[in-house]
């Protein structure tokens, strides 16, 4: 029993983190109804960028960790305003294939750069797990999952009470009137894709502190596709309770596998499962917005 | 092209609704010149020229598909002019992005509503303000450091302010998607006000209202131009309410420019006649008669 519940636990602050990067991926389809297939690299990248600071230029944690960031942030700018601005009024599909593209070449290119293999981070904690309620848990799931409800509040309160956040939702809304009103499309566009990778990077130094950098980690991209649909692609606390709902559930799966079923890897499966049968009784996800259309 | 008679030689001053902001002499806040609009093989607008002076009531009427909102469209910057020219206050903006015409003064509202459904009246509002914040992203998360918070009370009264003119109190803290069709363009007009434009552009703010909401948006245009001293662009299918409000009327059909002048003049213009009633006269020198005989 102990295993189920140090399982849950695990999901939990996994699920945490899928709904975090689920998060960033709403972000970007709210504002530019862009389905970003190159999520899962902003992960990649980000935790990269951070092990490179850390082992190649020996900076401490603290420091390495918010360069990290303020370079996704740039980054993310950089590639809405070169690759994805001239794709605005292009049809959806060609978008989409762009950011399958974008996928292929940051995988590739990370793989040039550091390497196939997985590389551990250097410690960065005294001490690898911790007691909690008398289960082990990394120290970093634990930190983790504080600063992923850090990023979700903040999420919330920039949506809610900012002006930006304001004209960010004007935006997604509906962009002509937006504009009518003084708001910069464009702008809105970079910031989102710029505050989407930065988060993104968050969740990627997190799993890479735990389970090394490598390539395994643009996976986290795929898995977020089920959380993201699950909640519904429009909606931000959606996303949240889509990314928890993966996490436990694949721990759960992979429980009853491992116990009574032995069928082997439902761990990766066992969500994807969970969204074929989910999106045959609500089409739209839990909580995304139906389109109704009135004649 | 726009051969029809034009009322800057009289003045402004001795029409009976011009109020005391549209006396003074005609300071041009906006200005077209030689607009054409084409779309691949449609010709929207041909060659329509006309200024509007500042503090001024401007209305644009014509038949369905005259180009009305194409012509607005070109001067909140949604489109931009195949050939000629846009001025607002003397400053070229013809290739300017609307959100930059915008920030410049230039606000709107759309004929078919176009508010945040999902929004609060409030936060719809609010959005207007936008482009009044000084702070940015970075800042604005330092929110308590560097006076976000006070920018946002300031704002907030203003907001109440506008929130009192069009008697929306009761509906504050309600659901923008949720209101009645009357209240909801109501509150579009209040989120256009907010951007504190010079020259406001309003779409049909009329349609689909009923006798007592029409004459409720007409009194308050009226004060919007001349306690605000806003300068109104307008379009609209009521005649009655045209031509009591406005100060000047410009009269467009086929995309072209027929007729621009106080409201009497333009109705008395037997081209705008022909234009309204559709009747196809080759005797263009008695169209009053024609008129009379078609209403027999």
Redesign the interface.
């Known amino acids: 029993m102990t295993l189920f519940f140090q399982l849950l636990v695990n999901g939990l602050i996994v699920g945490a983190l899928y709904g975090v990067v689920a998060m960033s991926f709403v972000l970007i389809y709210k504002a530019s109804r862009i389905v970003n297939f190159a999520q899962g690299e902003f992960l990649l990248i980000g935790a990269w960028t951070c092990w490179w600071l850390l082992t190649s230029w020996q900076l401490p944690f603290w420091l390495g960790f918010p360069i990290t960031l303020v370079f996704m942030l740039i980054f993310g700018v950089v590639l809405q305003v070169v690759v994805l601005r001239p794709m605005i009024g292009e049809p959806i599909i060609s978008v989409i294939m762009v950011t399958i593209g974008l996928s292929i070449v940051f995988q590739a290119a990370m793989k040039w750069m550091f390497g196939v293999f997985a590389k551990p981070f250097p410690p960065i904690f005294a001490h690898a797990t911790m007691d909690v309620f008398g289960l082990q848990v990394q120290t970093v799931y634990v930190v983790s999952l504080g600063i992923s409800i850090l990023i979700m509040a903040g999420f919330g309160w920039f949506f809610k009470y900012?002006?930006?956040g304001?004209?960010m939702?004007?935006t997604a809304?509906?962009q002509?009137?937006?504009?009518?009103?003084?708001?910069?499309?464009r702008q809105m566009f970079a910031?989102s894709w710029a505050i989407s990778a930065m988060v993104s990077a968050v969740a990627g130094v997190t799993v890479g502190v735990v389970n090394g950098v490598s390539s395994a980690l643009s996976f986290f991209g795929i898995k977020v596709f089920p959380a993201v649909i699950l909640g519904g692609l429009d909606s931000v606390i959606g996303a949240v309770v889509g990314g928890l709902i993966v996490g436990v559930l694949e721990n759960v799966a992979h429980y009853l596998d491992s116990q009574w079923l032995n069928w082997g890897n439902m761990y990766e499966i066992a969500p994807f499962y969970v969204l074929i049968a989910i999106l045959m009784v609500k089409p739209y996800g839990l909580f995304g917005t139906k389109d109704i259309e009135r004649v | 092209m726009s051969g029809a008679p034009v009322a800057s030689h009289r003045g402004h001053a001795s029409s009976a609704p011009a109020s005391k902001n549209a006396s003074s002499t005609a300071e041009t806040i906006f200005e077209a010149r030689g607009v054409n609009l084409r779309f691949g093989g449609v010709q929207a607008l041909t060659d329509v020229s006309f200024g509007i002076r500042k503090g001024e009531l401007f209305s644009i009427i014509g038949p369905n598909g005259a180009g009305k909102t194409s012509m607005v469209n070109c001067i909140s910057g949604r489109y931009k002019p195949t050939d000629g020219k846009v001025y607002f206050k003397g400053r070229d903006v013809t290739g300017m992005t609307p959100n930059h015409r915008a920030s410049l003064g230039i606000g709107r509202t759309f004929q078919n509503l176009a508010l945040f459904g999902h929004m609060t009246v409030l936060d719809n509002i609010m959005v207007g303000r936008h482009h009044l914040l000084k702070n940015n992203f970075l800042t604005g998360s330092l929110y308590w450091l560097t006076g976000a918070r006070k920018e946002e009370l300031a704002h907030r009264r203003e907001v109440e302010e506008i929130i009192d003119f069009l008697e929306i109190q009761h509906v504050r803290k309600a659901t923008a998607g949720t209101l009645s069709y009357g209240l909801r363009k109501r509150v579009e007009l209040a989120r256009a006000i907010a951007l504190k434009p010079d020259l406001i552009l309003l779409d049909e703010p009329m349609a689909g209202m009923n006798l007592e909401e029409k004459e409720d948006m007409a009194r308050y245009i009226v004060d919007l131009n001349e306690e605000f001293g806003m300068t109104v662009v307008m379009i609209e299918h009521d005649m009655g309410v045209v031509m009591d409000i406005s100060h000047r009327v410009m009269v467009l059909e086929f995309g072209k420019k027929i007729a621009e002048g106080m409201p009497e003049e333009v109705l008395a213009n037997p081209r705008v006649r022909r234009a309204y009633l559709g009747e196809d006269d080759e005797d263009e020198a008695a169209p009053a008669t024609a008129v009379r005989k078609e209403v027999a």
């Not at chain 1, 002509?176 to 499309?185: K, N, P, R, T």
């Open positions: 900012s002006r930006l304001l004209a939702r004007a809304f509906d002509q009137v937006a504009q009518s009103l003084g708001i910069s499309v910031m």
